[in-house]
């Protein structure tokens, strides 16, 4: 398996694809069939402590793999949501079997999101008093009571 990791920083819960070649050294075909699909996955391991932090969501290979043959898959990758230091590991995974073959492997940094200024939801939060507003001339204030 061949990829290219993300050099710089990822922002943590973000999510970008990545291009993997995957290689058949096997003398067996490979194929996302059942009833053990063959897919591409990725691993978050913190590098703190060594646990495995998610398991990222898996892609299937688009065509049966021969023996000694290649083929490139996009696989989408989804950061942590806590920062840190990880080592991503891309591999093939079968279903009921677990991880097999060569794997690519590397430490990515993952950074805090920026969180985003929330917005008022009403009137109650808005910085300055809000007054009511008025209906037409001679007409009762929006949100008042009509008595008979």
């Not at 990880?86 to 492997?105: I, N």
């Amino acid at each position: 398996m061949q990829a290219t990791l993300p050099t710089g920083p990822l922002r943590s819960g973000g999510a970008c694809t990545l291009t993997v070649t995957v290689v058949n050294d096997s003398p067996l075909a490979l194929a996302t069939v059942p009833p053990h699909p063959v897919r591409v996955g990725a691993r978050w391991i913190r590098s703190d402590d060594r646990n495995l932090f998610r398991r990222g969501p898996m892609s299937a290979l688009p065509r049966l793999l021969h023996a000694d043959d290649r083929v490139e898959v996009e696989v989408l990758l989804v950061a942590p949501d806590e920062p840190g230091r990880y080592e991503l590991r891309l591999a093939l995974h079968q279903t009921g079997r677990g991880w097999f073959g060569r794997r690519t492997s590397g430490e990515v940094v993952v950074e805090a999101a920026a969180e985003e200024p929330e917005e008022p939801d009403g009137p109650e939060d808005a910085a300055e008093p809000v007054e009511p507003e008025s209906a037409p001339a001679g007409g009762q204030p929006l949100g008042s009571v009509m008595r008979p």
